[in-house]
């Protein structure tokens, strides 16, 4: 017979749950969770739906944490089978979603399964997190969440998010941590003119590009023993009408710092400031913080899984903050032991996602055996 996590995995797939539409993916997650004994609370936001379910009143709480939400699939004609249609091929779990996330939300909705039909009287507390805003704007989805429950004075002990973390093999790395985002919106405003009178104006390309030489020089910082360096990159740049004989009146940058904890923000702002200013432009500087830098300590939780990994897989699994943000950011404020374990990410939002197949079992008896060094009556 089919395994079980895989005809979910192609159940959840099949739910077409582009940000922030969540598809139908609720009622299926609350048709398996219901009958174990969970109890379902709902936040609704804006167009995000969300979902805690949880089983237990008493600590210590575990939290599975994750997004039902996926990126738009792209033109369709370029997809070798249909993106909501599941496909196995070769080995392959093909689908938008399979790797981001929905195998992982298969996989931990069935170790759940598990572990409490063996453990029906289990210590402690299981819960689900989900949201159908993570690949969007995440204002309205985990974030609404956890300010909901600091609002109940409600903390997690421990955290697992499904993201797909592993590089070659799952199982090969998780996240014990993430860097911060820090972007910024530069407008240097310049003077327009005919580009045959080039003294009649200003150009801000012009003015702006030495500061731009030495920003993307800078060092920012060195990083530290769980964090690599500071990187400031620019992702997009603007100027000029389309006309090739006018000088513009502005040049506009989007720009981004993923930065250690060596690094606060503040001083980011201020000393990328300190370079315009010494440049002596005239612009306008908008920021917006999206994460700050958060770390689960290499002891404790970490080295649960990491031999429960070694256990189940074979493999030393490193721990890694490489990487973009995750909803993580959000949940480490009321979670001291959080770790990101997931899939291999290669295909991650790409046109024929995939996840290998022999992934999902692997998946459930990682999150199986955290449950059980966690939770367990043997604990």
Not at 16 to 32: C, D, K, M, W, Y
Not at 119 to 137: K, M, R
Not at 173 to 179: D, E, H, L, P
Not at 230 to 239: I, R, Y
Request: glycine share 8%.
């Amino acid at each position: 017979m089919p395994d079980a996590t895989l005809l979910l995995a192609q159940a959840l797939i099949a739910c077409p749950s582009v940000t922030p539409e969540e598809g139908g993916t609720f009622a299926l997650i609350r048709a398996r969770l219901a009958p174990l004994g969970f109890h379902f609370e709902t936040l609704d936001r804006g167009e995000t739906k969300n979902l805690w379910a949880r089983r237990g009143t008493a600590a210590p709480l575990f939290c599975f944490a994750g997004h039902v939400d996926v990126v738009p699939p792209g033109p369709l004609e370029h997809w070798t089978s249909p993106p909501f249609v599941p496909e196995v091929r070769n080995g392959f779990l093909y689908g938008r979603g399979a790797a981001d996330m929905k195998a992982s939300l298969a996989a931990m909705l069935v170790a759940a399964e598990n572990f409490i039909t063996a453990n029906p009287a289990h210590p402690g507390s299981i819960a689900f997190l989900l949201t159908s805003d993570e690949e969007g704007e995440a204002e309205d989805g985990t974030t609404a969440v956890v300010e909901w429950l600091q609002a109940r004075n409600e903390t997690i002990d421990y955290c697992v998010v499904g993201e797909p973390t592993a590089v070659e093999k799952t199982g090969d790395t998780i996240k014990n941590g993430r860097r911060g985002s820090l972007s910024g919106r530069l407008r240097v405003k310049g003077v327009q003119c005919h580009i045959a009178y080039p003294e009649k104006g200003r150009n801000p390309i012009h003015a702006l590009a030495p500061a731009l030489a030495e920003l993307v020089t800078t060092r920012w910082d060195e990083g530290n023993e769980h964090f690599s360096p500071t990187t400031w990159q620019v992702s997009n740049f603007h100027a000029g009408v389309g006309a090739n004989n006018v000088v513009p009146a502005f040049a506009e940058v989007l720009f981004n710092f993923r930065f250690s904890p060596a690094s606060a923000p503040e001083d980011l702002q201020r000393r990328l400031t300190d370079i315009l200013d010494r440049h002596a432009l005239d612009y306008e500087l908008a920021w917006t913080l999206g994460a700050r830098p958060f770390l689960t300590q290499r002891g404790d939780f970490a080295e649960v899984a990491r031999q429960a990994i070694r256990e189940i897989t074979g493999l030393d699994p490193e721990c890694s903050t490489s990487g973009g943000t995750s909803d993580g950011r959000f949940i480490a404020t009321i979670c001291p032991q959080l770790l990101e374990i997931g899939p291999v990410n290669a295909s991650s939002h790409q046109i024929d996602e995939c996840v290998a197949v022999d992934t999902l079992p692997t998946l459930v008896r990682i999150h199986e055996r955290l449950l059980q060094r966690q939770l367990g009556n043997s604990r």
